[in-house]
């Protein structure tokens, strides 16, 4: 099966034991699908000059409800905004828009919201993105006017002292701490690996002003997200600000090129690597960037490095306690969100200037056919999950095989 091929091409040479947690967590939803599938998305893009010929902008790429939420800034405060960028690339800003409005379909769907509804909440999305685009200012997210699940995040953020997370994630053993290797937010890593670590995290350290904060005190190969599971993914537990309670936890994770770029027709900057893209398309899209991001090298292979960003974090569209009205609201600030992104990175290297961008918030005539172009992709991509849920339980995706 065409569908099956691709996805293990795809992920061929992935940590098998990570790999399999990616196979399973896909086979949970058609949502779970659609985040552990972005490379197939972009096979299908819909004919039309919509997603040929709309402004350049740059783009998360892998743009779908669970990839906004609440970090720490490196000031050390607190923002909810698009938060992955593994994807990210200059392309027509047509395309973040069709995924995110496909990832409502198929979401709403997964939590029982009929058809009518989900595509209101889409419109709800397109709507707020047009007008604050149109606008033409980039703003942020304030904790003191957000609403919703959008407050809820940047509260629990915001009142969350670094020892009660740091037990989440580690234990104390005499007066340090080593992490937590539970399989679910972490499995062991080997020798070797923690040496690559260790050794990698003391040259960076030699290059910081206080490299004492990165002495290293334990390493655990990370599971986190969808998507990514597989790749080469480090959480990396270091000294701080003391012990126990000031260490930090560090998320180092390998860089790939973005599943983009087969289908990209427009000339991409020349990047030192794709860490370097990761991180760029991160700092200018971002109100503040995430604490600790850096583009680096280990053995010479590019990563990102920055603070540990817990999953909770994250939007998460599976609370069937909310409701039309929540999920309204979310909507509306998600459209802001990506509208304010947009304007903030606008004329960097090759993406469209706000003028352009503000012409097209103002054109209603793309709307409806970006609306029903969604629909189509959602359909789509529910007959792959289908196809993917049939080999999944005839065993035709056991990375032992």
Known sequence: MEVIRKILSFNAGRDPERLQLKYRL??????????????????????????????????CGDLHLENFGSYKG????????????????????????????????????????????????????LKAYSTSLAQGKAYWVQRETAQGLVRDLLDGLDRRRRPAFLDT???????????????????????????????????????????????????????????????????????????????????LKQALPSSLTPHLKTAQPEWQTQAH???????????????????????????????LQPSEDRVSWNQRRQNMADWTMLLQTLGRVLAWAQLRSAGREGSA?????MDFGSDPDW??????????????????????NQAYDAGALDPAR
């Open 26 to 59: 896909m086979r949970a939803s058609a949502f779970a699908f659609m985040r552990g599938s972005c490379h197939l998305f972009y096979e299908h893009l819909p004919r039309g000059n919509l997603f040929k010929t709309a402004p350049l902008t740059w783009s």
């Open 74 to 125: 490196d000031n050390r405060l607190v923002y909810f905004d698009i938060n992955d960028f593994d994807e990210s690339a200059l392309a027509p800003a047509s395309w973040d828009l069709l995924r995110v409005l496909t990832s409502v379909h198929i979401g709403a769907a997964d939590l029982g919201i009929s058809n009518s509804d989900g595509g209101a909440l889409c419109s709800v999305f």
């Open 169 to 251: 994630r580690s234990v104390v053993v005499g007066k340090k701490r080593q992490l937590r290797v539970d399989g679910k937010k972490a499995l062991p890593a080997s020798e070797l690996q923690r040496s690559r670590v260790n050794a990698f995290m003391g040259e960076f350290a030699s290059t910081q002003a206080d490299s004492d904060f990165f002495q290293v005190l334990d390493v655990a190969r990370r599971i986190a997200g969808t998507g990514s599971l597989g790749v080469e993914r480090y959480v990396i537990l270091v000294r701080g600000k003391g012990h126990p309670d000031g260490n930090y936890l560090l998320d």
């Open 277 to 307: 893209r990761i991180v760029a398309t991160q700092y200018g899209m971002q109100a503040v960037p995430m604490a600790f991001l850096h583009p680096v090298r280990m053995d010479g292979e590019p990563y990102v490095l920055r603070g």
């Open 353 to 357: 200037i706000a003028d352009e961008l």
């Open 367 to 388: 709307n409806a056919h970006l609306l029903s172009a969604s629909q189509d992709c959602a359909q789509r991509l529910r007959e792959d999950a289908a196809a993917f």
